[in-house]
């Protein structure tokens, strides 16, 4: 009975062509992988998301409260089509993006989550995730929004997407932006980068272990800084 049960609430995965792994070198001078992360390494990503929930700083909190439960919701079948990629310095944890295949045509994102801040990390790991939906799995357009400043400026600005505010997204049903193939394209040559195939040596490190983020965000010692996020005005731009 129960076997019966968890085959009608898994939803059924649509075949997915498997993201080619690539490196870069960024701005610190060290080698970045960035590749696919299995289903059965999920339990490796949640304690360094976690922490994250507790630091009210730049909207870490509800993103890294978000990601958490959809990649247990990944790891438990309880998203359909959906993918996670992790970024990698050393085997250390470096940054995660997630989504999912909506249709063929369709992408939807999920989440950009930077461990390691000031060298673009995240910049990287979201045009990494952009590069799978357009090149990996050939599709139309990525339905995005963000829920911070940063990320407003990161994807709404840099990459100049169009407004889909009739298709409400995913992410609380707040009105979504596109990124289409057409953009893509214009942006692709300045804002994603990396090479392939992987050295065997950066790969393999990559792929023994996913080692803690040595200097993952912290909740500022200035604690009316830890609010300044909440009052500023620039948030209400993000949906």
């Given at each position: ?191 994603v980068v990396g090479k392939r195939p992987v050295p065997v040596e950066f790969l393999e490190k990559a ?33």
């Amino acid at each position: 009975m129960a076997i019966e049960l968890e085959r009608i609430l898994r939803p059924t995965d649509t075949p997915m062509a498997p993201y080619q792994p690539k490196y870069m070198t960024v701005a610190s001078g060290e080698a970045m992988v960035i590749r696919q992360a299995a289903r059965d390494e999920i339990p490796a990503l949640l304690p360094h998301v976690e922490p994250l929930i507790h630091v009210d700083r730049d909207f870490y909190d509800i993103v890294a409260a978000r990601l958490y439960a959809e990649l247990l919701g990944y790891y438990k079948y309880r998203v359909q089509d959906e993918y996670v990629l992790v970024a990698q310095i050393n085997g250390e944890l470096a940054a995660i993006v997630n989504g999912r295949r909506v249709t063929a045509d369709v992408g939807m994102s999920y989440h950009t989550l930077a461990l390691r801040r000031g060298l673009r990390l995240g910049a990287h790991a979201f045009a990494a995730k952009m590069e799978y939906h357009f090149e990996g799995l050939g599709q139309k357009e990525v339905l995005i929004v963000a829920e911070s400043p940063i990320g407003f400026k990161r994807w709404m600005i840099e990459y100049k997407l169009e407004k889909r505010f009739e298709t409400p997204h995913e992410l609380g049903g707040v009105p979504s932006w596109a990124l289409t193939k057409e953009i893509y394209d214009k942006a692709k040559e300045s804002l994603v980068v990396g090479k392939r195939p992987v050295p065997v040596e950066f790969l393999e490190k990559a792929n023994e272990a996913i080692l803690p983020p040595s200097d993952p965000p912290k909740p500022p010692a200035d604690l009316v800084a830890a609010r300044r996020s909440k009052y500023d005005p620039t948030g209400y731009f993000t949906n």
